[in-house]
């Protein structure tokens, strides 16, 4: 039983000594930030409704409904429906695809108002376990542009890695991801943003469960790049 206890106070250290060096690592990025003259846009908040449905071991398919707010939290930046439809063939690998439709809210310039855009993407994925660790991989294609408008669609490829970590008798399991952004279609396809997320997830009840995270989120290779402070909150419920 000591050891068993010994053990677990390592696990919990193990996961305060990762999550303040990701938020210190945050911390010391917006000071230099700051010092490059970086424009911090200021704090969102995403919240997210979600409904699964598993059609078979190998077929899921969800539908999400989101809404996004800006400059602090006061004001409508967006807000989107989503499909989505993953297929698992084999036991550690999955391809997913999505249609979302956006409804997105332009409040600079001389014509402002809610634009219509249409955005889709293709994933490959790659996950897999050691010991009470998960670990997940995914590469993306994204196509998005906006509807009535003939300007050239926006295209990325974004690199994705993530992990969790499952602690015993706790329903707080921590999780931690990094994702890249890489536009095409420019001069040399360049890194034009990345994206930083620790966040959890705990249920509800047998078939809902509620995430919450904290995101950073900042501009790349921009004249006036920008930096975002995401408080994020989603439900998920899942159909049999």
Do not use: C
């Not at 297929?87 to 999955?94: E, I, R, V």
């Not at 889709?120 to 995914?138: E, N």
């Not at 196509?143 to 408008?149: A, F, M, Q």
């Amino acid at each position: 039983m000591k050891t068993e206890t010994l053990r677990r106070m390592k696990n919990y250290r193990k996961i305060i000594k990762i999550s303040l060096w990701i938020f210190l690592g945050l911390i010391t990025k917006h000071g230099m930030a700051q010092g490059e003259y970086i424009e911090v846009r200021d704090l969102e908040t995403w919240s997210s409704v979600n409904l699964k449905y598993k059609v078979n071991k190998t077929w899921k398919m969800s539908f999400q409904g989101q809404l996004r707010l800006e400059n602090n939290s006061s004001e409508v930046s967006q807000y989107f429906g989503q499909y989505d439809l993953t297929y698992s063939p084999f036991k550690h690998f999955a391809f997913a695809g999505a249609l979302r439709y956006v409804r997105k809210n332009d409040n600079t310039g001389n014509v402002q108002g809610y634009e219509n855009h249409f955005r889709y993407h293709l994933d490959g994925i790659f996950k897999h376990k050691s010991k009470r660790f998960k670990f997940k991989y995914r590469v993306r294609y994204q196509n998005k542009n906006e509807l009535g408008v003939e300007d050239e669609a926006r295209q990325y490829i974004r690199l994705k890695a993530g992990a969790e970590y499952n602690i015993r008798k706790w329903k707080l399991d921590p999780e931690v991801s990094s994702e890249l952004f890489n536009r095409l279609g420019t001069e040399d396809n360049q890194l034009e943003g990345y994206r930083l997320t620790l966040g959890t997830s705990f249920k509800v009840h047998t078939a809902g469960k509620i995430g919450v995270f904290y995101r950073y989120e900042e501009e790349l290779n921009a004249s006036f790049p920008k930096s975002r402070n995401i408080i994020g909150f989603k439900y998920t419920y899942s159909l049999k």
